[in-house]
């Protein structure tokens, strides 16, 4: 069993910077890739980004490319989400998890290959 807790949510201005961090402990998260989602009021949980076992490929939603840049550290067991260029409609709880799969290489990031989420952070962007 995998614990994912996420760290570093907070109010930003419109423009501004967060980090993410999400600690994994349990079942060797090194051996999976990892990925975070969000989910604003009222809205269905969407994907953000997804990470690689190896860390060498990564997977973004059109919505945050290039503004977002994800990256794991397998030797602290953490997954990080660099948010920059913050804007009010990326307000929402940001999750971390830990997928079934080593990559997507090929494939569509689905949310349902994702067994395990921790519990959120949330993250507030104002206009």
């Known amino acids: 069993q995998v614990q994912l807790v996420e760290s570093g949510g907070g109010l930003v201005q419109a423009g501004g910077s967060l980090r993410l961090s999400c600690a994994a402990s349990?079942?060797?998260?090194?051996?999976?890739?990892l990925g975070w989602s969000r989910q604003a009021p009222g809205k269905e949980r969407e994907f953000v980004a997804a990470?690689?076992?190896?860390?060498?490929?990564?997977y973004y939603a059109d919505s945050v490319k290039g503004r977002f840049t994800i990256s794991r550290d397998n030797t602290k067991s953490t997954l990080y989400l660099q948010m920059n260029s913050l804007k009010p409609e990326d307000t929402a709880v940001y999750y971390c998890?830990?997928?079934?799969?080593?990559?997507?290489?090929?494939?569509?990031?689905?949310?349902?290959?994702?067994?395990?989420w921790g519990q959120g952070t949330q993250v507030t962007v104002s206009s």
């Open positions: 990470i690689s076992r190896s860390g060498g490929n990564a």
């Open positions: 998890g830990i997928s079934y799969r080593s990559d997507f290489v090929g494939r569509r990031v689905e949310l349902a290959t994702f067994g395990s």
């Open positions: 349990g079942r060797t998260s090194g051996n999976y890739a």
